[in-house]
Structures are given as C-alpha cells and as structure tokens.
C-alpha cells in the first residue's frame, strides 16, 4: 500500500485513490482489543469531503463493527470518508464513560490518519444504530471536539424513568443498563442520577440532530425519539424526526426500498451541515 506524502497533499486538494491505496483500511488505534476501526475511503478525497464516524449497536456489549459493515460502505459509496468504530463492551470494569472516551480515541486517531489520506484534521458529524445512537448522542452532546452533526437510528434516549427501565427489564436488558450507569436499579421507582447521566435526553447541546426510528421498535420504543427531538425542538436545535412508519428496529435498513430512504436522509443530513 502506497502511502501519499505530506509534500504531495500541499499541491492536490482533490486526491484520487482508487488506484493507489484499498478504500477500506483496518487499523488499531488503541491499546485494548476491540480498539478497531475500519476505515472506509471513498475514490475522491479532499478536505471538504465529509468524514462520518460510525458506531455500531449491540446493547453495549455484544457484536462489532461488522455489524454496520454494509452501512459504512454504501455511505461511501454516496461521497464521504466512514470511520466504522469498534469499542469496547460494558463490564464491571466499564462503563459509559470508557465506552465515550473509546470514541473520543479513535477520532483523534482518525484526525492523525488526515495527512496520510487527505481529508479533515478536525469537524467531523457521528452517527450510530440503537446502542450506537445513544452513544453518538452522549459522545456528541458532551465532548469538547467539534462535531458537525449526530444522526441516531432508533436510539434509546431516556434511561431514566421508571417505565422505560421496567420496559428494559421485561426485555432482559437491564443488567447491560446497569453496567452501562455503574449502578443498580431496585426494579421499581424513579432511579437515581446515574441513569440520568447516561441519558441524551438529559445533555442536549446545540448539535444538529438527525433522528430516525421506526413506529414499531419492540426494543427501543419510538416514543423516545419523539421526546429527544420534542425538547431539541423547544431549546431551538437544529433537528429534525424521520418516522418509518411500521417499521422495527432495523428502521426499514433490511429492505431495499426503506433502506434507500434511510441512507438518502443520512447524506442529506450531513451535506447540510458541511
């Protein structure tokens, strides 16, 4: 693999690499063993093209960036350069807060990456599939880095409430919840502040968001999206809802037709906020 030279990016804002370098690069960029990513380049780069970081669900602590493999390459496909994050899972070691700082890793790693591929050093948007929402949102509304937009697939948003730890629970997903906040909840009553941490809902910020959910999610009800983005809308975020009507928690990616609506509203959410 050729590696293009700083000299060269200094005369060519507009690279071709389809014949240079392979458009999908593996790369560690840390220490633990799920500190990967694959990189995805699409034929022209240059630092006006969009760089997506893309994380993947799993309830926090199950699968891996294959999981959006498709996603990653279809988005592309469409014009942008896609960092597919791995991280690591919850435990009784990790938490939230690891799982944050493991995005927030690889995406000065990506940073690095720019002077060899020759996109953005910095302002990149995020994105993420049910647990990887939550995480894009916490990781978008709370780092110090500049990011130019989250879009959230079927995101759980309010970890807080009553109803929706019972509802976890009924799905046998609380422990993963718990592990997540590092704290317990009785299984009835409103639980303390830790699960309000962890919560998108309770740390908005001024970064547009793009959400999309379907109506009938059995695991993250649609209600939650239609909450986080009620109270973006009031504090005046630039937001907006896609609603898949009668769709799971796939939100439609599973079939062609769907799956085409969902990607065109993800490009067209991050061409909007270049």
Request: glycine letters at 6%; charged letters at 20%; one cysteine or more.
């Amino acid at each position: 693999m050729k590696v293009i030279s700083a000299i060269v990016l200094l005369f060519f804002t507009t690279v071709n690499f389809s014949q240079t370098i392979s458009r999908d690069v593996q790369l560690q960029y840390g220490d633990e063993k799920q500190h990967r990513l694959d990189l995805y380049l699409p034929d022209t780069i240059n630092t006006r093209t969009p760089v997506l970081i893309l994380i993947h669900g799993g309830a926090w602590m199950m699968g891996g960036n294959e999981y959006t493999e498709k996603h990653a390459r279809d988005l592309r496909d469409k014009g942008m350069v896609v960092a597919n994050v791995d991280y690591r899972y919850v435990s009784d070691e990790v938490h939230a807060a690891d799982l944050l700082n493991d995005i927030d890793q690889a995406i000065d790693f990506v940073s690095k990456q720019s002077v060899t591929y020759g996109f953005s050093q910095t302002g990149y948007h995020i994105a993420g599939v049910s647990a990887g929402a939550h995480l894009a949102l916490m990781f978008g509304y709370t780092t110090s880095r500049k990011i130019k937009s989250i879009t959230a697939l079927c995101a759980p948003s309010r970890l807080d409430t009553e109803e929706m730890l019972q509802f976890i629970q009924k799905n046998g997903l609380l422990p993963n919840i718990e592990l997540l906040a590092n704290a317990k909840y009785s299984g009835k009553g409103k639980p303390n502040i830790a699960f309000t941490a962890i919560s998108p809902y309770s740390q908005i910020a001024n970064i547009p968001t793009l959400l999309i959910h379907g109506t009938d999610d059995p695991l993250v009800p649609y209600q939650q999206s239609v909450d986080l983005s009620a109270l973006l809308q009031k504090n005046n975020v630039d937001s907006k809802l896609i609603t898949m009507a009668g769709k799971g928690h796939d939100v439609g990616m599973n079939e062609p037709d769907s799956e085409k609506i969902v990607l065109d509203s993800i490009v067209d959410w991050i061409n909007s906020h270049l």
